[in-house]
């Protein structure tokens, strides 16, 4: 190693008194930073007392809003902004005598603060619209609600669904025709609701819902099993003789898949892009078939019980980013829903395709997939 | 050299000035999983709660005060829990678990019900005469907050605070004995709102724990002197259905014990979301 000159003792004075004088102006900087925290005029100050709040009506703009919340009250107090019933920020615990802070990021429209007691009177927050604030993108952070919200979905559907396949495979073992029908179409309409996530999985999928038109041997091909083999002994030729074996099957096949989609992650453009897909083969299926039969019906039931929950689910972020696109979609769900039969009479086979419009039933199915297959593009999608 | 050690003592003092609080490094997908956990555990005690509410209030409807009594305690745990859930319907939370002081008028209010209605009639007055319709509406208030939460997606920010916000709770109202005052069964509103806080820890520790460590440490580390200051009060070693003691039996001494872990973990788990992103 080089030897080292000692440094120059002025030189080190300079540094020294240099990283004095620095420090002390970064304390000033600190000392004025804290007491503008206090005093900052950005801040919505807002008291309660003990009778409530004052001022008993704010108004803000839209967007990121701190509050100071001063409790001028005898009693711990807790603060809220509320959405109808449903809490959107809260500050709890603030003692007799101090402040707290609070910072809310708020949509436009009219909130509700709680102010102190329950029996004090609440107070209305008027958040203004904000034209100077820019529209903020979605972010990743934005999908964790709603995929967690799916997953949750998913997870109690596919324990619905195993439950339903075991009444299944009892009814059948037992030779209970009927059991078995009313046991098939309760464990159809839960499947049918999980389509989109099924389909992840090509060989759950196919064993749990291939048609028998993709086997080479059709419905004599031992590789056509699932919901199809079943509906065809059971509805066509009225009888549970050797579906035994196909009902444990697809019993299993329910648990397997609830094992997967415990740990499946399902990337956010699958949500809509997903549920159109699913709606399509559907779609695709009927348009050949002159008549719509009860499980057809059946299975459209649950495939738009599926699409639904993922409506609700990108809702708020429509609202955010495209209400237009929100109402028109909501429109679509609601009139395809107008069109299937009640729920009970598809369950019992009673309404059949006669009281059903096909031509209504297959343009609102259409129109509620290219909607769906649009919304990725809307939110800024993809992948 | 010299001016070399003064550049670096200058960028150095620079350095210490930039700092800024660390920088979430989580994948946002990475939180999909815990939230929906989670949901499922409140989903769980949900259930759990709306049974054990049937039988309080059936209990109180057939006029078996000592069955009421021994219900009450075992009842609220399951709501304990899932706090940071429940409190987000106000209308609920006020219904199901305000105490008499949010009300001017305290015990008269002809709004105050729920769970702290029902204790004033059970240990205070000793009677579950008159108290019938309080405990038709405390079932109803919860079977409409199990439907409600049914359909909530749950906000991932209030998920990852409602750790802190428990043992927030604990420190600063719960310590002192005045949730339960009549029954003194605060012990078990204690394990309650551990149970809820340590839930949320555990489910979203594996996000934080290879970046931060030390926190891991010590937020377990404090969890454990809590669940330990606790275990000295149980009625049964082994068997924790047996519950706790009452809380006039914890001595002084203890009950500042719990204050300083309490205070701790609600320090160290408001940090929760920042580290996560949130």
Redesign the interface.
Same mark, same amino acid.
């Given at each position: 190693m080089p030897p080292?000159?000692p440094? +120059?003792a002025r030189?080190?004075k300079?540094?020294v008194l240099?990283?004095a004088v620095? $420090?002390l102006a970064?304390l000033g900087l600190f000392a004025l930073s804290l007491n503008g925290r206090n005093h900052d005029d950005g801040d919505v100050r807002l008291v309660v007392t003990a009778q409530g709040c004052e001022p008993r009506e704010l108004s803000v703009p839209a967007g990121e809003t701190r509050f100071s919340i001063v409790n001028d009250s005898q /009693?711990?107090i807790e603060w %809220?902004i509320?959405d109808g &019933? $449903? &809490?959107l920020e809260e500050r709890?615990?603030i003692a007799p005598d101090l402040h707290q802070p609070l910072t809310a990021t708020l949509a436009a429209g009219d909130y509700a603060m @709680?102010c102190g007691?329950?029996?004090?009177p609440h107070g209305t927050l008027h958040v203004t619209a904000n034209d100077a604030a820019p529209s903020i993108a979605l972010? /990743?952070?934005d999908?964790?609600?709603?995929?967690? %919200?799916y997953? &949750?979905y998913l @997870?109690?559907q596919t324990r619905r669904l195993v439950e339903a396949a075991e009444a299944l495979h009892q009814s059948i073992a037992a030779g209970e025709l009927d059991a078995a029908r009313t046991a098939y179409c309760e464990a159809r309409l839960i499947d049918q609701r999980l389509a989109m996530a099924t389909g992840l999985y090509s060989d759950l999928d196919e064993r749990l819902n291939a048609r028998a038109d993709y086997f080479a041997e059709r419905e004599q091909d031992p590789q056509f099993v699932g919901f199809h083999r079943l509906a065809r002994g059971l509805f066509d030729a009225g009888s549970t003789g050797g579906l035994t074996p196909i009902a444990a099957q697809l019993l299993e096949d329910a648990r397997t898949l609830g094992e997967r989609l415990r740990?499946q +992650?399902i990337p956010p453009a699958q949500l809509a892009n997903g549920s159109a897909r699913v709606l399509k083969a559907w779609h695709a299926h009927a348009i050949d078939s002159k008549t719509l039969n009860a499980q057809e019906l059946l299975d459209l039931q649950g495939l738009t019980a599926g699409a639904e929950k993922i409506v609700t689910?990108l809702a708020?972020l429509l609202e955010r980013q495209a209400p237009d696109a929100l109402e028109g979609l909501q429109a679509q769900l609601a009139r395809l829903q107008q069109d299937l039969p009640e729920q009970s009479n598809t369950v019992s086979g009673a309404k059949g395709s006669s009281d059903i419009d096909r031509d209504a039933l297959l343009a609102d199915t259409q129109a509620l997939a290219d909607t769906l297959d649009s919304l990725d593009r809307t939110l800024a999608l993809n992948g | 050299m010299s001016p070399r050690s003064l550049l670096f003592a200058a960028s150095a003092f620079g350095l210490m000035s930039l700092q800024t609080p660390a920088q979430a490094d989580v994948n946002p997908e990475a939180l999909v999983e815990p939230v929906a956990e989670y949901k499922l555990y409140v989903l769980d005690n949900l259930d759990q709660f709306v049974s054990h509410t049937e039988k309080f209030t059936q209990a109180i409807e057939a006029g078996d005060l000592e069955r009421a009594q021994v219900l009450y305690a075992p009842t609220r745990v399951y709501y304990e829990r899932i706090e940071p859930i429940a409190e987000l319907f106000a209308d609920l939370d006020a219904s199901i678990d305000a105490r008499e002081d949010d009300y001017e008028n305290g015990v008269e209010d002809p709004d105050f019900t729920g769970f702290h209605r029902l204790e004033y009639g059970l240990f205070k007055e000793q009677t579950t005469q008159g108290f019938v319709p309080y405990a038709k509406r405390l079932m109803t208030d919860v079977n409409d907050l199990e439907s409600r939460v049914r359909d909530l997606t749950f906000p991932p920010a209030q998920v990852v605070g409602g750790a802190a916000a428990l043992m927030e709770e604990v420190a600063a109202t719960k310590v002192s004995g005045e949730e339960d005052r009549y029954s003194h069964t605060d012990l078990w509103d204690f394990q309650g709102n551990v149970d809820g806080s340590q839930k949320i820890f555990e489910l979203f520790k594996p996000l934080v724990a290879e970046e931060d460590p030390a926190f891991v440490d010590r937020v377990e580390k404090n969890f454990a002197e809590v669940e330990d200051t606790l275990a000295h009060y149980r009625r049964e070693a082994d068997n924790p259905e047996a519950g706790f003691v009452s809380y006039e039996k914890v001595s002084q001494t203890d009950r500042r014990a719990f204050v300083g872990p309490v205070t701790v973990l609600a320090e160290d788990l408001a940090t929760l979301r920042g580290k996560l992103g949130l």
């Open positions: 080292s000159s440094p +120059s030189l080190l300079i540094g240099a990283s620095l $420090m970064a /009693r711990a %809220e509320l &019933v $449903m &809490v709890e615990n @709680t007691l329950l029996s004090n972010s /990743r952070q999908f964790i609600a709603p995929l967690a %919200e997953k &949750v @997870t109690l740990h +992650s689910l708020p | -």
